[in-house]
């Protein structure tokens, strides 16, 4: 079985799949100063739970926007599961031709959802990627990746408010029933689900406007199902995307 991991600022998706079929999908925080051997005992344990026997893990792809944790995950994989994981970077084949300034720069897991985004649709998309930042990745209707957008994620939002003001509270992020707020949380509740919202629409909208035809819009990441419940701006909602991104990237290189 293929084990696909995507290691972010905030949580690290993992995925286990059957040939084509995503058979668990996990996930656990981001922590800097874990070791190998740490992340280990906890993979293996939530293997364990959900009824995985870790030799039946022979491949392993990952990619990771966390460098420091690049390696102790290799190591991981390594020890563990006694394979050499692909790891998503510079020279990796997948699919994408990347139409920036400085290639380099792109973020892995933003490939591996425009990968993913275009070999599912075949046409062009706006991936929306609402996790620690909210990303906005443009495939054009060859597949390419043509740029994009970044914003702050709703999260880091929502802690810089709380962290700034002496009086307001930390909140739970869901929708409040009405944006005029009858108590300081369902406010800030407005103000932070209601706000992305409109942030979301509107740089969608502005990007649709410098296309030479409507893009397909899909929203992904671990406040996507929040967000897409708020707006009609996403043809798709796909939390999945970017372990769905990591298998086809690793049969890409490794078939």
Do not use: W
Not at 112 to 136: E, K, M, P, Q, W
Not at 205 to 226: F, M, N
Not at 237 to 252: A, E, H, N, Q
Request: with cysteine.
């Amino acid at each position: 079985m293929l084990l696909v991991i995507d290691i972010g600022n905030t949580s690290i998706s993992l995925g286990l799949y059957d040939g084509e079929k995503l058979k668990v999908s996990l996930r656990v925080a981001t922590v800097l100063h874990r070791m190998p051997d740490e992340y280990a005992s906890l993979l293996l344990h939530l293997l364990e739970i959900n009824g995985i026997d870790r030799k039946s893990i022979d491949k392993v792809a990952l990619c990771s926007v966390v460098p420091p944790l690049t390696a102790t995950f290799e190591d991981l994989c390594r020890k563990y599961f006694n394979t050499d994981p692909l790891t998503i970077g510079v020279g990796t084949k997948t699919g994408v031709k990347i139409r920036m300034d400085n290639p380099r720069e792109v973020g892995a897991d933003r490939i591996v959802n425009s990968a993913a985004a275009f070999h599912l649709y075949r046409s062009a998309c706006i991936v929306v990627d609402l996790g620690t930042g909210t990303t906005f990745d443009t495939v054009s209707s060859s597949g390419d990746f043509i740029g994009g957008a970044i914003a702050p994620g709703i999260n880091i939002a929502a802690e810089a408010l709380t962290s700034r003001t002496s009086m307001l509270p930390r909140i739970e992020l869901h929708a409040p029933e009405k944006a005029i707020g009858t108590s300081t949380v369902k406010a800030m509740q407005s103000g932070m689900v209601f706000g992305y919202v409109g942030l979301i629409e509107g740089i969608v909208g502005r990007i649709q406007k410098e296309l030479p035809s409507p893009a397909k819009v899909i929203a992904t990441g671990g406040y996507a199902e929040l967000l897409a419940s708020q707006t009609r701006v996403f043809d798709v909602v796909s939390p999945d995307l970017t372990l769905y991104g990591l298998r086809l990237i690793y049969y890409m290189n490794r078939a």
